[in-house]
């Protein structure tokens, strides 16, 4: 069974601090790992995947297979950054995929 | 990029009732998807909505309450029969757009509150 784990049912941070929202894993095959935000009264919309490897609004996450991980990082948070954020798992190169998600975290960037 | 729309947005319901969401995409999907959000929960899947077949349904969901249809590959309605309060949820809609990847898009979602 696939399942993701995020500690933190809230973070708050001040602007300008870093900001570093965790998210661990459980699965036995090849994950294909998501971060997934929800902005105030706006739809679910993805943030990145480990798959890009790319930066979005200036966040980052890294796979660690080692430490079954995709932590969500930023160096400087924003007040614009404030959501509520979902890491998601699926399985990878499967026909069936199934987008198994964490319980979220709501980041609250203080001014 | 998909553009998935719901509606309705929001709904008020009277216990015992059904209520049908309906989930339009914007173009064709590889698969569609129906999740239940409950206040303060996270995203549970309902089930997978199969083009022209009956839906594929997770364990603790079951067709009788939750009865899909998914006619063509842009349009997929989830009724909730004999609604009780404890439905009171968000429904999301989601769809896969490219086959390599579960990358998944998703409408706005439809509030049901049950009285």
């Known amino acids: 069974a696939q399942r993701v784990t995020q500690p933190e049912k809230l973070l708050s941070v001040f602007k300008g601090a870093p900001v570093e929202l965790k998210c661990n894993y459980s699965?036995?095959?090849?994950?294909?790992l998501f971060w997934y935000v929800q902005y105030s009264r706006q739809r679910l919309q993805l943030l990145l995947r480990?798959?890009s490897r790319e930066s979005i609004k200036g966040f980052t996450a890294d796979l660690n297979k080692g430490e079954t991980s995709f932590h969500l990082k930023k160096p400087f948070a924003q007040e614009e950054d404030s959501a509520m954020y979902y890491c998601?798992?699926?399985?990878?190169?499967?026909?069936?995929?199934?987008?198994?998600f964490g319980k979220g975290t709501l980041l609250t960037v203080n001014p | 990029s998909a553009v998935i729309s719901q509606k309705p947005s929001r709904d008020i319901c009277q216990r015992g009732t059904s209520l049908t969401i309906q989930c339009q995409v914007d173009?064709?999907?590889?698969?569609m998807f129906w999740y239940r959000q409950q206040p303060g929960q996270s995203l549970t899947l309902i089930a997978t909505?199969?083009?022209?077949?009956?839906?594929?349904?997770e364990s603790g969901f079951v067709i009788d309450k939750f009865p899909i249809s998914r006619p063509n590959l842009t349009f997929s309605t989830l009724t909730v029969s004999n609604m009780s309060p404890e439905d009171s949820s968000i429904y999301l809609c989601?769809?896969?757009?490219?086959?390599?990847?579960?990358?998944?898009?998703f409408g706005e979602g439809s509030r049901l509150t049950v009285l």
């Open positions: 998601a798992l699926s399985q990878r190169g499967g026909s069936n995929y199934k987008l198994t």
């Open positions: 699965y036995s095959g090849s994950p294909e």
């Open positions: 480990h798959i």
């Open positions: 173009s064709q999907v590889t698969m």
């Open positions: 909505a199969n083009q022209g077949s009956e839906a594929t349904y």
């Open positions: 989601s769809g896969r757009l490219f086959a390599n990847t579960g990358e998944l898009f």
